[in-house]
C-alpha cells in the first residue's frame, strides 16, 4: 500500500524547485511547503510535519543548508533530511544531521529512484532496495538502516 509522505523542499533555484516538486508528485507524495532560505523554513508552522526535506546548501539571504538541517532537526526530528548540492564537499563528515545527499545535477529518474528508495526506508525500515546510485546516505544513517 502505497502511504504519500510529505515533503519540504528548501531550494533558492526556481526552476530545481518546481523539478523536484514535479519529482515528488511524480512518485505520488506531496510537496507540504517549499523555501528559498532559513527565514522562510523558520517561519514555517510546526504543523506541517515533513517526512523528507530536501535542502540545498547555498540558499538565498546567504543562508545556508548547514543552517536550515539545524532548525529542520530542533522543530522536526522525525523527518529524513537529504542535501541536494553539487557542493558535495561542503558538508561535513557527520553530515551536520542530515541523512544523505543527492549531488547535482542530478537526473529525473536518478531523483525518483532516490525518493522509492526512501520511502521504503521511513514507512517500513530497512529499505529491501540496495541504496541507489543517486544517494549516498551518511555514515550514521546508513548504520541504523543496516542495523535492522
Known amino acids: 500500500m502505497h502511504v504519500p509522505l510529505n515533503v519540504l523542499i528548501?531550494?533558492?533555484?526556481?526552476?530545481?524547485?518546481?523539478?523536484?516538486?514535479?519529482?515528488v508528485e511524480d512518485v505520488?507524495?506531496?510537496?507540504?511547503?517549499?523555501?528559498?532560505?532559513?527565514?522562510?523554513?523558520?517561519?514555517?508552522?510546526?504543523?506541517?510535519?515533513p517526512s523528507i526535506a530536501f535542502v540545498d546548501m547555498h540558499l538565498a539571504e546567504g543562508s545556508t543548508g548547514l543552517e536550515v538541517s539545524a532548525h529542520i532537526c530542533a522543530h522536526w526530528p522525525d523527518a529524513i533530511i537529504v542535501f541536494v548540492t553539487a557542493n558535495i564537499r561542503k558538508i561535513p563528515a557527520d553530515f551536520a544531521g542530515a541523512h544523505g545527499v543527492?549531488?547535482?545535477?542530478?537526473?529525473?529518474?536518478?531523483?525518483?529512484?532516490?525518493?522509492?528508495?526512501?520511502?521504503?526506508?521511513?514507512?517500513?525500515?530497512?529499505?529491501?532496495?540496495?541504496?541507489?546510485?543517486?544517494?549516498?546516505?551518511?555514515?550514521?544513517?546508513?548504520?541504523?538502516?543496516?542495523?535492522?
Open 10 to 23: 528548501v531550494e533558492d533555484e526556481a526552476l530545481l524547485a518546481m523539478d523536484l516538486e514535479s519529482i
Open 28 to 49: 505520488g507524495h506531496r510537496v507540504v511547503a517549499s523555501a528559498v532560505c532559513l527565514r522562510e523554513v523558520q517561519d514555517l508552522p510546526d504543523s506541517i510535519e
Open 102 to 148: 543527492v549531488a547535482k545535477p542530478f537526473s529525473r529518474a536518478g531523483m525518483m529512484t532516490a525518493m522509492r528508495y526512501l520511502e521504503e526506508g521511513i514507512l517500513d525500515p530497512p529499505p529491501v532496495s540496495p541504496e541507489p546510485s543517486s544517494f549516498h546516505a551518511s555514515p550514521a544513517f546508513a548504520a541504523t538502516w543496516s542495523e535492522r
